[in-house]
């Protein structure tokens, strides 16, 4: 008895784990609104939305996930939704920290009355699109301004065996080398 009790429990969060995933991909909804349990195969989904619309994804997310056999809906959408700046600004700090796996990539987030404002520089437009949408799903948001630049990477030097002189801007080499070539040739 005791084996299955702890089968039981590991296939549980397992479950949530996989829901927690299926969620966060989603577009429809944030992964931070809500709260996901699982006893005893029976998912218990919480938590506060700002629209019908953002729970109903919620909802069909979960009822799609394999594994799932009954919700028990707690999703409340109040008339009066309100989250404080510093909620919003914690979360989407939290969750662009998580996107950001490149040296060098910065983003900012700044919120004032529930408008979010991203300003940095990136390398992979992706990581700018990604930003964007999750300060969108987030609920109690009002609008997002986006001033994320992409950039190219940083230039790496290669590294040499030889005793020659690499210069920093090889560029400004061949430049120079074209020029002498052409002088010859004239």
């Given at each position: 008895?005791?084996?299955?009790?702890?089968?039981?429990?590991?296939?549980?969060?397992?479950?949530?784990?996989?829901?927690?995933?299926?969620?966060?991909?989603?577009?429809?909804?944030?992964?931070?609104?809500?709260?996901?349990?699982?006893?005893?195969?029976?998912?218990?989904?919480?938590?506060?939305?700002?629209?019908?619309?953002?729970?109903?994804?919620?909802?069909?997310?979960?009822?799609?996930?394999?594994?799932?056999?009954?919700?028990?809906?707690?999703?409340?959408?109040p008339v009066d939704y309100y989250?404080?700046?510093?909620?919003?600004?914690?979360?989407?700090?939290?969750?662009?920290?998580?996107?950001?796996?490149?040296?060098?990539?910065?983003?900012?987030?700044?919120?004032?009355?529930?408008?979010?404002?991203?300003?940095?520089?990136?390398?992979?437009?992706?990581?700018?699109?990604?930003?964007?949408?999750?300060?969108?799903?987030?609920?109690?948001?009002?609008?997002?301004?986006?001033?994320?630049?992409?950039?190219?990477?940083?230039?790496?030097?290669?590294?040499?065996?030889?005793?020659?002189?690499?210069?920093?801007?090889?560029?400004?080499?061949m430049e120079s080398s074209l020029?002498?070539?052409?002088?010859?040739?004239?």
């Amino acid at each position: 008895m005791n084996a299955l009790l702890s089968r039981n429990k590991e296939t549980d969060s397992e479950l949530v784990l996989k829901l927690r995933d299926c969620v966060k991909w989603d577009k429809r909804v944030s992964i931070a609104d809500l709260s996901i349990v699982v006893r005893g195969g029976v998912v218990i989904v919480s938590g506060f939305v700002d629209t019908s619309y953002k729970k109903n994804a919620a909802l069909e997310v979960i009822s799609q996930t394999e594994g799932v056999w009954s919700i028990e809906d707690r999703i409340v959408v109040p008339v009066d939704y309100y989250r404080t700046d510093e909620e919003i600004l914690n979360i989407l700090e939290s969750q662009i920290d998580e996107m950001i796996k490149i040296g060098g990539e910065h983003i900012e987030v700044d919120v004032a009355a529930g408008i979010v404002k991203l300003e940095g520089e990136v390398f992979r437009p992706r990581l700018k699109a990604m930003a964007d949408s999750a300060a969108w799903e987030l609920s109690g948001v009002r609008d997002v301004l986006n001033f994320i630049e992409i950039k190219g990477p940083p230039y790496r030097i290669p590294l040499s065996n030889d005793n020659e002189y690499n210069s920093p801007y090889p560029e400004k080499e061949m430049e120079s080398s074209l020029a002498g070539n052409l002088k010859e040739v004239y």
